[in-house]
């Protein structure tokens, strides 16, 4: 599955190439995709517990939409979160 974010309207003119050092930026993407990544797994743990502690509660009554500001990616990437949680139960 590939998620596309487009409603964040990031592009090559936001970011001055020229004073980057490319390195540190890289280093920086790293440190936060193991951030993102600790953190999916740690909400994907949670919401499984959850799953387990109220069988009959669905996640979309018990959520409103969180990533609502991103758009219809907001929504991919909600259900992406969904389907993590829903494997492997």
């Known amino acids: ?9 990031i592009g090559n003119e936001t970011a001055d190439i020229a004073t980057a050092d490319v390195d540190q930026l890289f280093d920086e993407v790293s440190t936060l995709d193991a951030t993102i990544l600790d953190a999916i797994e740690r909400r994907t743990r949670l919401a499984r517990t959850l799953a387990a502690a109220t069988p009959d509660a669905t996640a979309s009554s018990q959520e409103t939409e969180p990533y609502a500001e991103l758009g219809n990616d907001g929504h991919v990437f909600s259900r992406m979160l969904s389907r993590l949680a829903q494997i492997t139960r």
Do not use: E
């Open 1 to 9: 599955m590939t998620v596309q974010i487009d409603s964040l309207a």
